[in-house]
């Protein structure tokens, strides 16, 4: 079992920046890529950003492309999120997610999710 926790959420201004982080605990962290999803108000969750165990690989929702970047820190089991320019869709619940078979942007393939951490961006 992987517990997860996400935090650095909060309330922001359209054009600021933010990062959130994902805490990894319990079962090794080893092996798993690490994907980033969000759910705005009457939305479906949807794929954002995912980094391979490694770090060697990442990819991106057309979306946040050239504005969001994912990295990890594996000796500290934590993965984050850093997100500039923040505009007013982004707003939603960010939740991160561990996927053991490797990078997916497929929410069924993650084994294990984080409770969510609320990011708002006024406009």
């Known amino acids: 079992q992987v517990q997860l926790v996400e935090s650095g959420g909060g309330l922001v201004q359209a054009g600021d920046s933010l990062r959130l982080s994902c805490a990894a605990s319990?079962?090794?962290?080893?092996?798993?890529?690490m994907g980033w999803f969000r759910q705005a108000p009457g939305k479906g969750r949807e794929f954002v950003a995912v980094?391979?165990?490694?770090?060697?690989?990442?990819r991106y929702a057309d979306s946040v492309k050239g504005r969001f970047a994912v990295s990890r820190d594996n000796a500290k089991n934590t993965v984050y999120l850093q997100m500039n320019n923040l505009k007013s869709e982004d707003t939603a619940v960010y939740y991160c997610?561990?996927?053991?078979?490797?990078?997916?942007?497929?929410?069924?393939?993650?084994?294990?999710w984080g409770q969510g951490t609320q990011v708002t961006v006024s406009s």
């Open positions: 980094i391979s165990w490694s770090g060697s690989s990442t």
């Open positions: 319990g079962r090794t962290f080893c092996g798993y890529a």
């Open positions: 997610a561990a996927a053991k078979g490797g990078p997916s942007i497929f929410i069924a393939l993650y084994d294990y």
